[in-house]
């Protein structure tokens, strides 16, 4: 399994854009970069995965490196209710199945 | 609506009792998982299942089992055999059992043993 890094926390104002790195440098080809949060006492929330070019949903955008070495997540316009624990993963197939892998992720706090 | 549903949210359990975490989903999905979360940690998997009457151990499996009689169900029990089982459960599920898939996860339950 490729492992990422992420910086332990961040701070954002409110209305700013966010953006979150994330380091994968062992990804293989056919590994997907997927980013989920997780709010306090919640089940964690999908947000967006991308392979190799940049993609973009309603929650969020995901730029991806050329040599997919690394990528950012980046919350356009960032509300109080985006502060959560943000998990950058990288998919690993297993037999049968597959799992997420979730490493300590980013603290995101986003301040009025 | 459709979604993940998990009960009961808290729950507490006396040492070397057995006790049941419900998830159902109505997605239509055919895989379906279980996650421990420690507090401050990630997830680790504890059992999977791609199709009904089938399941796979994950990482953790030890003092767990799980069922999946229906497609909608896959009921998780924490037997009196898992040494440290007060932790924060999670149950998602995925269309299938791919790669590719976006696992959609429910709300947790949170395990207390007294």
């Known amino acids: 399994d490729a492992k990422t890094t992420q910086p332990p926390s961040m701070d954002c104002a409110e209305g700013r854009a966010a953006n979150l790195p994330c380091n994968h440098s062992?990804?293989?080809?056919?590994?997907?970069v997927y980013w989920y949060r997780q709010i306090h006492s919640q089940g964690p929330q999908y947000i967006i995965h991308g392979l190799k070019n940049n993609e973009t949903n309603e929650m969020a955008s995901l730029i991806i490196t050329e040599d997919r070495k690394s990528s950012t997540l980046i919350l356009p316009h960032a509300t109080l209710r985006d502060t959560a624990v943000y998990y950058c993963i990288v998919r690993s197939r297993l037999e049968y199945g597959n799992k997420l892998v979730f490493g300590a992720g980013t603290i995101l706090r986003v301040k009025s | 609506d459709g979604g993940i549903t998990q009960s009961p949210k808290y729950l507490f359990r006396k040492e070397g009792q057995n006790v049941t975490l419900s998830c159902e989903q109505n997605?239509?999905?055919?895989?379906m998982y279980w996650y421990r979360q420690d507090p401050g940690q990630g997830l680790r998997l504890i059992y999977y299942s791609q199709i009904v009457n089938d399941f796979q151990k994950g990482d953790i499996a030890e003092g767990y089992s799980v069922s999946r009689e229906k497609k909608e169900s896959f009921p998780l029990t924490v037997t009196s055999a898992q040494k440290n089982p007060t932790a924060f459960y999670l149950c998602?599920?995925?269309?299938?059992?791919?790669?590719?898939?976006?696992?959609?996860f429910g709300p947790g339950t949170r395990l207390t043993v007294l």
């Open positions: 997605l239509n999905h055919d895989a």
């Open positions: 998602a599920s995925s269309i299938l059992g791919h790669s590719t898939d976006t696992q959609y």
């Open positions: 062992t990804i293989s080809g056919n590994e997907y």
